[in-house]
């Protein structure tokens, strides 16, 4: 595709449930980010993948939180126990190289109920 | 460890006039800065960046910002604003060409006809 795909666009779960996000980055980008933004507020850091280079994980808020990147395809963001305080919308991005823009997907709206 | 600070929550301009909204940075390396703007129920959008090279860069939509390494800041800028600007912006830094981006605060932009 031409840009960046979440999906689902919207996910509620029910308190304590696990959720899995997809990203699909845009073809040939070696890097991948993941954020999260609460209702007006800015965008937390979680996670960045670079090529094959170990990933930085020091933006996970917890070890309910992990992510996986298969290569340079796409990745998933796992929410285990899921809790109340993980409602956000869950933006992912990828950029060509690590020293360009980033480009930004639609965003996953996940609500915990 | 960087960091970006936007003071401003809210900026208010009436539409023609010029505006400016505000960004500073801190890194231990060379910045790498970008601008990105988001309108309501949609992704973020990239604006311009500050590589290296001419401290006043140009991007999309008549925006500018203004690279100041003794004052390390990066403020955005339009020479006369629409009523179509007014949306959330950000600003982001990363410490030399590789790693996370590290986003502000953000800074809502209304423009008043």
């Known amino acids: 595709g031409a840009g960046v795909s979440q999906s689902p666009s919207n996910k509620v779960t029910e308190k304590g449930k696990d959720v899995e996000l997809r990203c699909d980055p845009i073809s040939g980008h070696t890097a991948l980010y993941w954020y999260r933004q609460r209702l007006g507020q800015g965008l937390e850091f979680l996670i960045y993948?670079?090529?094959?280079?170990?990933?930085?994980k020091s933006g996970l808020p917890s070890d309910r939180f992990s992510a996986e990147r298969t290569g340079e395809s796409v990745s998933t963001l796992t929410i285990q126990r899921t809790q109340q305080e993980d409602s956000a919308v869950y933006l992912c991005?990828?950029?060509?190289?690590?020293?360009?823009?980033?480009?930004f997907g639609q965003g996953t709206r996940l609500t915990v109920v | 460890a960087q960091s970006v600070a936007q003071p401003e929550d809210q900026v208010n301009v009436a539409e023609g006039n010029p505006l400016t909204v505000k960004c500073t940075y801190s890194?231990?390396?060379?910045?790498?800065l970008f601008w990105y703007v988001q309108y309501p129920n949609r992704g973020l959008q990239f604006l311009l960046k500050?590589?290296?090279?001419?401290?006043l860069v140009k991007g999309s939509y008549g925006f500018e910002a203004e690279f100041n390494k003794s004052q390390t800041s990066f403020h955005l800028k339009k020479p006369s604003a629409l009523v179509s600007d007014s949306a959330l912006y950000f600003c982001?830094?990363?410490?030399?060409?590789?790693?996370?981006?590290?986003f502000g605060q953000g800074t809502i932009l209304t423009v008043h006809p």
């Open positions: 890194v231990s390396g060379n910045p790498y």
């Open positions: 993948f670079q090529g094959n280079s170990a990933p930085d």
């Open positions: 500050y590589i290296t090279g001419d401290n």
């Open positions: 982001a830094v990363r410490d030399g060409s590789y790693g996370k981006l590290t």
């Open positions: 991005a990828s950029s060509k190289q690590s020293n360009t823009e980033a480009f």
